[in-house]
């Protein structure tokens, strides 16, 4: 399994970085987790996205502006100009429904776009699982699993669950987690904690303010997810 393409690893206050979302390519199928603005720009500007792919699957942990800002873009790009139907993974018909009205909101029409089934969607390589977590109480949110035959990755989305992110921590069959880290215990990882554990070298941090970036990157116990240049 390839490792995810970062077009932004910035939390929602930060201006140094472009607000978090990642990319995973699986030959002519896309995954987009947390579509913004730049995911579009860079699948089109590097001609990723093209009358040649095959499936474009959307998979959002929740619907903060900072993840979603360019959902109703990528579903116009997919459906009007390359004639795709993206797939958004549903984890529950709450949030499924909360999607629609924001869609509808966005001016998206409702032939642009498909629900999976469930929370599991399998591309041609990989399977693509949404789990439920907590962020804040206004909200539904998830986290993602993604494997294939020999390899496990997770991605937080934005989580406070200590107990849920340790346990995936220690979890020998995940091999890579990408993890936002912060000081803001309320909302997010709070990195002190997490410092404190074991199996750190799985760890990618993401969704960072600059000064949690530097510290991060003195510290030099965890990785640093990179953004991609558009």
């Known amino acids: 399994m390839k490792d995810l393409i970062f077009c932004g690893i910035g939390s929602a206050l930060e201006t140094e970085f472009n607000n978090n979302c990642a990319i995973y390519l699986d030959k002519k199928d896309i995954l987009i ?8 720009k860079y699948l ?32 116009w790009q997919c459906a009007i100009r390359f004639k795709i139907v993206p797939i958004i993974i549903s984890n529950s018909i709450t949030f499924q429904k909360s999607l629609k009205k924001l869609l509808t909101l966005m001016g998206i029409d409702k032939s642009y776009y498909i629900f999976s089934e469930n929370n599991v969607y399998n591309t041609a390589n990989v399977c ?26 997770y991605y937080s989305g934005d989580t ?15 091999n890579r987690i990408y993890l936002e880290l912060s000081h803001y215990p309320k909302s997010h990882i709070e990195y002190n904690d997490i410092k404190k554990l074991k199996n750190l070298n799985k760890i990618i941090a993401m969704h960072l303010t600059k000064e ?3 510290e991060i990157i003195k510290d030099g116990v965890i990785e640093v997810a990179k953004e991609v240049c558009f």
């Open 128 to 153: 693509i699982e949404m789990i439920k977590t907590k962020h804040t109480k206004d909200l539904e949110c998830f986290g993602i699993i993604l494997k294939d035959d020999k390899y496990k990755i």
């Open 44 to 75: 089109i500007n590097k001609k990723i996205l093209t009358e040649k792919t095959k499936n474009v699957t959307i998979a959002i942990t929740h619907t903060h502006s900072d993840h979603i800002s360019g959902l109703g873009q990528l579903i």
């Open 33 to 40: 987790i947390d579509p913004n603005e730049n995911s579009v």
């Open 160 to 174: 406070n669950d200590f107990k849920q992110i340790s346990n995936i921590i220690l979890d020998k069959t995940f």
């Open 212 to 214: 949690i970036y530097e």
